[in-house]
């Protein structure tokens, strides 16, 4: 079974991601693993990342997956997790048998972004775009039929309630 693990900036996939392995499930982090998603302009061109990422620049950009990354990821294992997002997500929808939609309020995820010591989020200018997206994504995510787990939750009751759906 292929299953893909999304959400917003903060919505805990890396920590999903994370605790996944250590059951035993092979599982990537979308963020953290190299070649899978890149930064592009509006032509699907890759292209140089400044240090510190202004709101105009994101606007004018998008963190994208490779298509190949992706079917060659899920052709690899049988069963296998991705946990992350990009601004293509939907494109990949098709390719797994189940999506995941860790869904959290505006608090958790503004108190988990000011805990950030590294990572999309940690900068007040990517925070304020991340909180501006929330609404939008949560509702995005569900109206193309994600399965919603509750993230506001501890860790372990999070992977309680994606393994029991599985």
């Known amino acids: ?37 890149r930064w592009v302009d509006g032509n699907d061109k890759p292209v140089r990342v400044p240090a510190r990422l202004t709101r105009d620049w994101i606007e004018r950009h998008h963190w994208n997956w490779d ?8 052709s690899q294992h049988q069963t296998v997790f991705i946990c992350g997002s990009s601004s293509n997500v939907d494109k990949f929808y098709s390719c797994f048998d189940k999506v995941y939609l860790l869904s959290v ?3 958790t995820m503004k108190n988990r972004l000011n805990a950030r010591s590294y990572g999309f989020g ?14 939008w ?10 399965t919603i787990i509750d993230a506001n939750q501890p860790l372990k009751s999070v992977i309680d309630d994606l393994l029991k759906q599985l």
Request: proline share 0%.
């Open 1 to 37: 079974m292929k299953y893909l693990v999304t959400g917003i900036t903060g919505a805990g996939k890396t920590s999903v991601s994370n605790e996944l392995r250590k059951l035993g499930f092979t599982a990537y982090d979308g963020d953290k693993r190299t070649g899978l998603g």
């Open 67 to 74: 298509e190949s990354h992706i079917k060659r990821l899920l």
């Open 105 to 107: 309020s505006q608090q």
């Open 122 to 135: 940690k900068f007040k200018q990517e925070q304020q775009l991340a909180l501006a997206w929330h609404e």
């Open 137 to 146: 994504f949560e509702k995005h995510h569900r109206n193309l039929g994600a």
